[in-house]
Every structure is written in structure tokens, then in C-alpha cells.
């Protein structure tokens, strides 16, 4: 691909990430020059530059937005931690929640991102393209751009997991899937507010990745609450459970 043609699509952004890609899009980044092209209709675009964490507004608009790309590339490309992930809107009251979500509680959360609308137009039979993430609150404009250069080929990634390994590097994996600890998290926030919930999860996950196995975790669990107060040890008790019940295949929607 040499050049792209672009839709922006805010789906309920705090504005910072538009912001930040105007800027990348104006004469002074000059996008343009990357055969970069700011169309204003989703039917003339190649790919749609996703920004917000997909609000219950916005839900069905930005379908619509996709569904009326031509089929083929149909690449969306997430701008900002909200449209990858929810960012700090993530269960929030105003994101969309799937309908087999719709449970009550912090188990079943609000979850936020544009990976929520795509998957369900792939559900739906909708062809949909690759999905480029570029995190950042917001990114600034370089990222911007070099998030879009790698699409287009023009620049090369600048860590590739072989050379790493070549290097004898480890590649550094979370030691827990990534949307069981923002589940956690939430519950954990409500259970002894922000602050402890993020040294207890951040404590668990370094007994997770010191255990070998089950047996060993629940060892280090109960060394780790013989060490701590009692109302951290009920908390790491509780996310234990809750790892152990996501891990022998409940899954995180059990
Ligand atoms: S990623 Fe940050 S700047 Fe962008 S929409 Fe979300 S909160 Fe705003």
C-alpha cells in the first residue's frame, strides 16, 4: 500500500486525542506527505483512525461508519489508550457494554475500546481489516505517524522479537492475561480503593510469576498474608480465587 485515505472517527474522546492528530495531520507534520489523506466520507476511506473508548452514543454511529467502508481494507487504526482499551474510561457507567455482558457487577465489566465493535461486526459477517493500535494519552503526533508509517512499510519496526531473542533478551510477557488484571483491578478498587488495589495486584502478580505452579502460589499467597495486614490478605485470598477460577477455564466471563 502506498498511500492511505483516512475517516476520522471520534467514538466519545475526551478531545485530547483529536487534538494530537489534527496537529499530525496539518502542514506543520505535513501527514500528507506520507500519502496520508483526510477524506470526509467512510465510503472513500481505506481505514478509519478510531479515537475514544466506544461509548453507548456513539455505538451505533460508528458501526454504521464502518459498515459503509468498501469492504476491502477496511483497516482501523486505534488512536489513543481509550479507543485500545477503554484507558480510563473502562468501565465506566457511559461505555457500551455486549449484550451477553449485561450482567450486573464488577465481573462483568464495561470494557471499552474499539476491539468491542469489531468484534461484533466480525460476528455479524462484516469483513473487517487488520486493527493497528498506537496507545498513548493521547499519543503525541510523531507516534501518530509512526504508527502510521509502519502500516504503510515505509519505516521498519524498531524492536523485533527475533533480534531480541538473538540478542539472548527475554521478551517480557505479563505474567496474566491482560484483561483479567484490569478485571481485578476494578475489583479489587472496590473492595480497598485505588491506591492499595494497585500495590496488592501488582504484588500478586509477582507471586504469579515466581509460582511454578498452583501449589506454589497458594504457598506464596499464605506467606504473603502471614507478612501483611489483614485487610491486604483478604484481598490477595480474594484475587487468588478469582486468578485460579479464570485460569482452570471459567474464563473471565464464568
Ligand atoms: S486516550 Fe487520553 S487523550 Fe485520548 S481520548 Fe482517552 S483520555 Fe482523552
Given at each position: 500500500m502506498r498511500s492511505v485515505w483516512v475517516?476520522?472517527?471520534?467514538?466519545?474522546?475526551?478531545?485530547?486525542?483529536?487534538?494530537?492528530?489534527f496537529d499530525a495531520l496539518t502542514p506543520y507534520y505535513d501527514?500528507?506527505?506520507?500519502?496520508?489523506?483526510?477524506?470526509?466520507?467512510?465510503?472513500?476511506?481505506?481505514?478509519?483512525?478510531?479515537?475514544?473508548?466506544?461509548t453507548r452514543q456513539s455505538y451505533h454511529a460508528a458501526k454504521e461508519v464502518i459498515k459503509a467502508m468498501p469492504p476491502k481494507p477496511r483497516i482501523i487504526i486505534a488512536i489513543g489508550t481509550c479507543a485500545c482499551s477503554g484507558g480510563i474510561f473502562y468501565n465506566g457507567y457511559p461505555i457500551h457494554r455486549r449484550p451477553e455482558d449485561g450482567r450486573k457487577g464488577s465481573e462483568y465489566?464495561?470494557?471499552g475500546g474499539i476491539d468491542e465493535l469489531v468484534r461484533d461486526l466480525r460476528d455479524e459477517g462484516e469483513p473487517v481489516g487488520p486493527v493497528m493500535y498506537i496507545p498513548g494519552c493521547?499519543?503525541?503526533?510523531?507516534?501518530?505517524?509512526?504508527?502510521?508509517?509502519?502500516?504503510?512499510?515505509?519505516?521498519?519496526?524498531?524492536?523485533?522479537?527475533?533480534?531480541?531473542?538473538?540478542?539472548?533478551l527475554e521478551v517480557g510477557r505479563p505474567p496474566i492475561d491482560e484483561r483479567l488484571r484490569l478485571t481485578l483491578r476494578e475489583r479489587l478498587r472496590h473492595v480497598i480503593g485505588h491506591f492499595d488495589a494497585d500495590r496488592v495486584l501488582e504484588d500478586f502478580m509477582g507471586l504469579v510469576s515466581r509460582a511454578k505452579d498452583e501449589e506454589?502460589?497458594?504457598?506464596?499467597v499464605e506467606d504473603y498474608r502471614s507478612r501483611k495486614d489483614e485487610r491486604l490478605g483478604a484481598c490477595m485470598e480474594l484475587i487468588e480465587t478469582e486468578y485460579l477460577r479464570w485460569k482452570r477455564g471459567g474464563g473471565e466471563r464464568s
Open positions: 475517516f476520522h472517527l471520534d467514538t466519545g474522546a475526551c478531545n485530547g486525542c483529536e487534538i494530537e492528530l501527514a500528507e506527505r506520507f500519502g496520508v489523506k483526510l477524506v470526509g466520507s467512510p465510503r472513500h476511506a481505506h481505514a478509519v483512525l478510531a479515537t475514544g473508548p466506544l465489566p464495561r470494557r493521547p499519543p503525541r503526533p510523531e507516534e501518530i505517524l509512526y504508527g502510521i508509517a509502519l502500516l504503510l512499510g515505509l519505516v521498519e519496526k524498531r524492536v523485533r522479537p527475533e533480534e531480541h531473542e538473538a540478542a539472548g506454589e502460589l497458594h504457598r506464596l
